[in-house]
């Protein structure tokens, strides 16, 4: 099993950044793809970015492209979200997730979820 745990969630004023933090344990975390997605109320989960197994490759979904950065740090077991010029419609509950396959945006590819950390942005 891996462990996945979220931070660095809050409250930003549109234009604002934040960067979310995503720990894991259990596994060799350098042999997985780490993947953000995020959910916002009332709506289906959907894909924000992807990392590949040593980080030298990345992808954003068309809606954060310019504005998020996806980056790990293998030796800490880490990855994070850097997230600026945030707009209201980032508003959501963000989950980081772990896979096996590169390259992918489908939620069923990952198999390890954390429990989520929620981003609310104002206008």
């Known amino acids: 099993q891996m462990q996945l745990v979220e931070s660095g969630g809050g409250l930003v004023q549109a234009g604002g950044s934040l960067r979310l933090s995503c720990v894991a344990s259990?596994?060799?975390?350098?042999?997985?793809?780490m993947g953000w997605f995020r959910q916002a109320p009332g709506k289906e989960r959907e894909f924000v970015a992807a990392?590949?197994?040593?980080?030298?490759?990345?992808n954003y979904a068309d809606s954060v492209k310019g504005r998020f950065t996806i980056y790990r740090d293998n030796a800490k077991n880490t990855v994070y979200l850097q997230m600026n010029s945030m707009r209201p419609e980032d508003t959501a509950l963000y989950y980081c997730?772990?896979?096996?396959?590169?390259?992918?945006?489908?939620?069923?590819?990952?198999?390890?979820w954390g429990q989520g950390t929620q981003v609310t942005v104002s206008s």
């Open positions: 990392i590949s197994f040593g980080g030298i490759s990345t």
């Open positions: 997730a772990a896979s096996s396959k590169w390259p992918t945006r489908s939620d069923q590819d990952y198999g390890y």
């Open positions: 259990g596994r060799t975390f350098r042999s997985y793809v």
